[in-house]
C-alpha cells in the first residue's frame, strides 16, 4: 500500500477549470485499486506556522502499489482531460510514502 499526498498551487483565476478536471479525474482512482482519503482546502485560519506557499487543495490518495498508480497515471480517459490540468495547475509537490 502507497501514500499520495499532494499540495497543489493553482493559477490564479483556473479554479473552475481545476475543478472539471478534478471532477473527471477522482472517480478513476477506484478504478486502479485507489481510494481518495481526503481532499481539503485548508483556510488561512488553519495554518499555525508555514515555511512554505499555502496550497489551494491538499490530497492524500492510496494505491495498492505503484504498479496501480502508474496504471492510473497513464489511464487513456485521464490523459484526454490532462489540458485542463495543465490550464489550471502551476505546480504539484508529491509526497510518496508508506503507513509504518
Known amino acids: 500500500m ?3 499526498t499532494q499540495l497543489i498551487y493553482l493559477i490564479e483565476g483556473q479554479e473552475t477549470v481545476f475543478d472539471q478536471f478534478e471532477a473527471m479525474a477522482i472517480p478513476l482512482i477506484a478504478k486502479y485499486q485507489g481510494q481518495l482519503l481526503f481532499r481539503v482546502r485548508p483556510a488561512q485560519a488553519a495554518y499555525i506556522q508555514s515555511a512554505i506557499e499555502q496550497p489551494y487543495e491538499i490530497h492524500l490518495v492510496t494505491f495498492a502499489s505503484d504498479h496501480d498508480l502508474a496504471n ?6 485521464r490523459q484526454k482531460f490532462l489540458h485542463l490540468k495543465e490550464q489550471s495547475i502551476k505546480s504539484v509537490l508529491l509526497i510518496k510514502g508508506e503507513k509504518l
Open 2 to 4: 502507497i501514500y499520495i
Open 72 to 77: 492510473f497515471m497513464q489511464d487513456k480517459e
